[in-house]
């Protein structure tokens, strides 16, 4: 595989912008290569400056529930170009995106657009504490809910109830009121709820933990979390920028039949625009200014480009609820490869899948949290991920991302990337 052209820019890239990037994981550093740089992509398939086509499964980190480029979505856009790239004041299409959330989600009563996944969480802990008039927030360890100074934790020692700053450059004092619970494990929720309850303002949870690789919640573990934010006067916030639109056309909170108090969107909600999303109950969300006194502004929150890619992807979904059931086919196909593979080479590999998400842990043990999540060989993941880029086929250049399936994805490619699997 040529790639004389990606390294050529690579070197000059890493003269201009940190580590030659503009977010960490597309480095290749966990698979020890440099990253490949896309010149265009269309349907399922992506395509490098050297002419190397994928098929992609990492679909900009899930956005791409319909694949590259579809050409609905690019009509409008091109279309909405055409009227100015944005205005700082009210447009139609804000209303309009703001009517399909709530009608799908049916939790979410107010939403408020804003630009990105960490803003979305950010500006909904802060709505939390203005409500309840609390400090605390307790997230679980190896979810992920943006890079705001106070949710960039890690557990701490000992018991879990202090957590210390993730990355050089956060002050200790700004992770003082985040509480560190274990995914998956009820009784470290109950300790820690026991001790801090009445000052925790909300519990925050990936429902389904999509960054350390794809972690199913265990029966009864959601429902536990709205049962114990209920009795402490909690609320509970669904982190759904992965799961949203994606799990299905009502996210997580209806594929699990759980009703948060809110709910933060990315990824899909802005069809491949910068756009995100955080909303709840009316009485929750009239909290945020200019009605209440909790502040949130953004320039470009809720521009018309991206509310236009927006409106246009979830018009599709709500057009073709049959592509979620067709999706999750074609992932169950890629999970029952990846496990036959282990079978074959008689190397440990675990999958989890749900729906259109999936991940291969090269580990022999069940992954359920994020401790067995990180007992996999990344050494091995570096050497199945090579295998699969060489072969034409493009997956996360990390052990601990999601492998994301498409309506795009024909089934001769899925049948191509089961092949390549087993031919690992």
Known sequence: MNTKRSEELFKKSLEKIPGGVNSPVRAFRAVGRNPLFIDHAAGDR??????????????????????????????????????????????????ILADMICEAMPSVEKVRLVSSGTEAVMSAIRVARGYTGRDYILKFKGNYHGHSDGLLVKAGSAALTTAVPDSSGVPASY??????????DKESVRELMEKYGEQVAAIIVEPVAANMGVVLPEDGFL??????????????????????????????????????????????????????????????????????????????????????????TLKILKAHPEYYSQIEEKAEKIAAALK?????????????????????????????????????????????????????????????????????????DIERTCQVILEA
């Open 46 to 95: 992506i395509t490098d400056v050297d002419g190397n086509e994928f098929i992609d499964y990492v679909c900009s980190w899930g956005p791409g529930i319909l694949g590259h480029a579809h050409p609905q979505v690019i009509r409008g856009v091109k279309a909405a170009c055409d009227k100015g790239l944005t205005y700082g004041a009210p447009t139609e299409n804000e209303l």
């Open 175 to 184: 992770t003082q009121n985040t509480l560190v619970a274990l995914y998956n």
């Open 223 to 312: 429902e536990y979390l709205r049962k114990i934010t209920e009795e402490y006067g909690a609320l509970l916030i669904f982190d759904e920028v992965i799961t949203g639109f994606r799990l299905g056309y009502g996210g997580a909170q209806e594929y699990f039949g759980i009703r948060p108090d809110m709910t933060t969107m990315g990824k899909i909600v802005g069809g491949g625009m910068p756009m995100a999303a955080y909303g709840g109950r009316r009485d929750i969300m009239d909290m945020v200014s200019p009605v209440g006194p909790v502040y949130q502004a953004g320039t470009l929150s809720g521009n018309p480009i991206a509310t236009t890619a927006g409106i246009e």
């Open 340 to 412: 036959e593979r282990g079978r074959r080479t008689g190397i440990p590999v675990s999958v989890n899948q749900i729906g259109s998400l999936l991940c291969a842990f090269f580990t022999d043990r069940h992954v359920g949290d994020y401790d067995s999540a990180t007992s996999s060989d990344l050494k091995a993941y570096a050497e199945y991920f090579g295998h699969m880029l060489e072969n034409g086929v493009y997956v996360a250049p990390s052990q601990y991302e999601a492998m994301f399936v498409s309506a795009a994805h024909s089934d001769e």
